[in-house]
């Protein structure tokens, strides 16, 4: 059994081997990739192939590799390998597979092009209908219409996409230009076989594709389109066509210079690599030579050899992969807050390797705040953007999006190591944070919410649940709670920030109270599920004054002390996100494990039960620890929007190492001189 002492030793050494350079300023900092499905990959190699610009060989034979690892059993691809196939990403990772050079007769497309057949191509969600569209394997009559002239109704109406959640609207306005423009890749002999395929036993223009506008696969569906929304389609659809040509034709012009100015803003890489992609499409239909383009499609990735380039991760054994985020600030934040905690943990032989860490990585973390903006700074109103100055990015300064939730945990990275040196950088991450609060006293991630109506109704997405505006989500409301007490507390903020402030933390308080669930837990919207929501729920209540004795706080561990396992560790299923309440997975995981941990040790120590329960943990999380000093990761403990799940892979050795830090700064010599039964060899010097 390993000691507390080695295991903090080897987790460590693992962590601290885990720092990478970065590409920009050479200086190190933690990032891990984040996992999702083929889903991005597969509409990479389609737009590509769109604009006329097919992968180069190696990237084409790494992506067939990425296909081989993400598929499933029976030979089709899900949303995430745990769950059953999806029409959506089978439809679109096999005709991504025929373009990168497998072909039809593979027996590896076999499983998927069956299952294709037997569920019924023209059944695929809209997004489907969308990129198959763009592939030229689906017709754009058969695509419901998202008209350009949504975004001529005033701001002040709801349904403006203003209105919508960024990632939203910013895929809504690339549908909405390459259905305008009707982009659409060149016809060739690939493509007639591929309509062969997919459309097995029927002539391809024989179909009628206006009438499977609405066809969906239930089983690919969160929620069916509502019966407004229906109806919405079927008026938007026959008015659609009556479109003013000169009208549209400067809204189209409107979309373009919004583009540009994304690209600009974000180092050429956009919110995300699907509007990205969408944008690019865009651009080439107008100019094939566009030189935004041109610089858009070399920052995106995948043209060389590197390991990690834009959006885009490859290697000889897992292929090329898109990823949806980039984490480095995330991750490095977290690192940060751990060592911060290990600082504190008397192993004489650790202190010089967490005082390096510490130095290393504040140094990079400090040049990734937005301190100026472009020169167009002043069009971020008018592009429904947030000033962003103050603020950090989910990956980095490059990516230009602040999210809310990563600056309060930069934030509190700075505080915990020197908030007087960092005085100016956390003053100016308060100021941005304060834009993101709701009108409920809970906090968006990229801004605040912008209307008070529902429009979930409207959700288009028909595989994602929770997607069309911002919503108030407990994880960043906590983040921002903790980031706001730390600021407070450090007396860097003064008067009207510093009442601001304090008015905001009181807020967050009330909203985090409020909303907690009868059980005692918080739901998880970034993470899987309960077990996260719940230890930044603590973590926020606190923040906002209470006490490890206040009742919610009290009744939030109780929740936690329920669900553990009988080998001490703790284990949540990824459909918990699906059925709203808390369902055991079969199988330990660490990185959930150091959640409830952590969530233990913001409670009642001195309480028995909780103290007995946080020992058996710690000792579970010794036992999971891997000789090299690594956990394993059994499954993906990422989500977002309900159904997509991810596995950030650095996860795994962050929090297990942080959750056991605290720990054994918490308990660790109680624990050492009064050993519960079974756990006297944990501590053992």
């Not at 200086?27 to 499905?37: F, K, Q, T, Y």
């Not at 995106?300 to 490859?314: A, C, E, H, N, R």
């Not at 290393?360 to 100055?389: M, N």
């Not at 510093?498 to 933390?505: C, F, K, T, V, W």
Request: proline share 4%.
């Amino acid at each position: 059994m390993k000691s507390s002492n080695r295991a903090l030793q080897a987790g460590l050494a693992k962590l601290l081997d885990a720092r990478r350079p970065d590409a920009h300023n050479d200086l190190l900092h933690w990032e891990g990739e984040v996992v999702w499905n083929p889903m991005l990959a597969a509409q990479f190699v389609i737009a590509r192939h769109a604009m006329g610009r097919p992968l180069a060989k190696l990237q084409a034979e790494r992506v067939l590799r990425q296909l081989e690892v993400m598929q499933l059993e029976k030979g089709c691809w899900g949303m995430h390998r745990y769950g059953e196939p999806s029409l959506f990403v089978t439809v679109l990772a096999y005709v991504a597979a025929r373009l990168c050079g497998w072909k039809s007769s593979d027996k590896r497309l076999a499983g998927a092009r069956d299952f294709i057949r037997r569920e019924n191509v023209l059944n695929v969600p809209s997004w489907g209908k969308v990129w198959l569209s763009i592939a030229n394997l689906y017709e754009w009559d058969g695509v419901n219409a998202v008209p350009p002239e949504a975004w001529l109704l005033p701001k002040a109406v709801p349904l403006h996409p203003s209105n919508y959640y960024c990632h939203t609207r910013l895929i809504y306005m690339g549908m909405a230009s390459v259905r305008a423009l009707r982009v659409t890749a060149p016809f060739n002999e690939t493509t007639r076989a591929l309509r062969a395929e997919l459309y097995a036993g029927q002539a391809y223009e024989t179909i009628d594709f206006a009438r499977a506008r609405g066809r969906l696969r239930e089983g690919d569906l969160w929620e069916r389109p509502s019966a407004i929304l229906r109806a919405v389609y079927g008026a938007v659809n026959v008015i659609e066509p009556l479109h003013v040509p000169a009208l549209r034709a400067r809204l189209i012009k409107r979309f373009t210079e919004a583009m540009r100015f994304e690209l600009r803003s974000t180092d050429y890489t956009c919110l995300s690599p699907v509007n990205g992609l969408l944008f690019a499409l865009t651009l080439h239909a107008q100019n094939p030579s566009d030189p935004d383009l041109e610089r858009q499609l070399a920052r995106f990735g995948g043209d060389d050899d590197s390991p990690l380039k834009g959006w885009v991760w490859q290697d000889d054994d897992e292929g090329l992969r898109v990823t949806g985020a980039r984490s480095a600030t995330w991750d490095t934040s977290f690192v940060l807050q751990a060592l911060s905690v290990l600082k504190h943990v008397d192993i004489p032989e650790l202190r010089a390797h967490v005082a390096e860490g510490l130095e290393e990585g504040l140094r990079w973390l400090e040049t990734q705040q937005i301190r100026s903006t472009a020169a167009e700074r002043g069009a971020y109103g008018k592009h429904d953007r947030v000033d962003p100055v103050g603020g950090f990015c989910f990956a980095g300064i490059w990516h230009g999006w602040p999210v809310s939730d990563c600056t309060a945990e930069a934030l509190l990275a700075f505080a915990d190591a020197d908030a007087e040196r960092y005085a100016p950088a956390i003053r100016r991450a308060v100021r941005f944070l304060l834009q993101a609060q709701n009108f409920d006293g809970g906090f968006g991630s990229y801004e605040a919410r912008k209307s008070r109506a529902g429009l979930e109704w409207m959700n288009p997405a028909e595989m994602f649940g929770d997607s069309m505006t911002e919503l108030s989500y407990y994880e960043c409301t906590a983040s921002n709670a903790c980031a706001l007490r730390a600021a407070l507390d450090a007396g860097v903020l003064s008067g009207s920030l510093s009442d601001r402030a304090q008015g905001a933390l009181e807020r967050a308080g009330a909203y985090l109270r409020a909303s907690q669930n009868e059980d005692g837990s918080w739901d998880g919207a970034w993470g899987v599920a309960y077990l996260y929501g719940t230890l930044f729920g603590v973590r926020g209540l606190k923040a906002a004054g209470a006490d490890a004795t206040d009742p919610a706080v009290q009744r939030a561990c109780a929740f936690v002390l329920e669900k553990q396992r009988e080998d001490g560790a703790f284990a949540e299923c990824w459909r918990s996100c699906l059925e709203d309440r808390f369902i055991a997975a079969e199988e330990s995981h660490p990185t959930q494990t150091a959640w409830a941990l952590s969530t233990l040790l913001e409670g009642d120590v001195e309480d028995a039960r909780v103290r007995e329960a946080a020992e058996r943990a710690a000792l579970a999380l010794r036992v999971m620890q891997e000789a090299d000093g690594t956990w394993r990761s059994p499954r993906m403990t990422g989500v977002f929007f309900r159904t997509a799940l991810l596995d950030y892979r650095l996860y795994r050795q962050i929090f297990p190492l942080w959750a056991l830090a605290s720990f054994e700064a918490t308990l660790g010599t109680r624990a050492a001189s009064t050993p519960h039964a079974g756990a006297s060899e944990t501590f053992a010097p």
